[in-house]
C-alpha cells in the first residue's frame, strides 16, 4: 500500500512540474504538487493514522 501511495505522490508531483513549466498554468500546478505531497508516505500524509 505504501509503495502505491509513494508512486501516486511521485506521478502528481511531476505533473504538477509539467503543467507550470509547460502549460503556464501555475495555479493548477501547485495544487497538483501539494496533493502530491500530502498523499506521500514519506510527508505528511492524508491516509497515515
Known amino acids: 500500500m505504501w509503495t ?3 508512486i501516486i505522490a511521485v506521478v502528481l508531483v511531476i505533473w504538477g512540474l509539467y503543467v507550470i513549466i509547460a502549460r503556464r498554468q501555475i ?5 497538483l ?3 502530491g505531497l500530502l498523499i506521500g508516505p514519506g510527508g505528511v500524509s492524508i491516509f497515515h493514522g
Open 4 to 6: 502505491l501511495l509513494w
Open 27 to 31: 495555479l493548477l500546478g501547485i495544487v
Open 33 to 35: 504538487i501539494v496533493l
